[in-house]
């Protein structure tokens, strides 16, 4: 598995991460319960949830 995919699975966020082909991880909107997590782990500070 990719870097990101193994990133956000250690810190408990599973499957809700994909990686394209750009090279960005991109939030899965079929596995995102919009908890927050994911914006309270993001090591460089890049995710807001509204």
């Not at 899965?28 to 914006?39: K, T």
């Amino acid at each position: 598995e990719d870097g990101i995919r193994d990133s956000s699975t250690s810190r408990g966020l599973g499957d809700v991460y994909k990686r394209q082909d750009e090279g960005c991880a991109v939030v899965d909107e079929d596995e995102c319960v919009d908890c927050g997590a994911c914006e309270d782990v993001c090591p460089i500070g890049a995710i807001k949830v509204e």
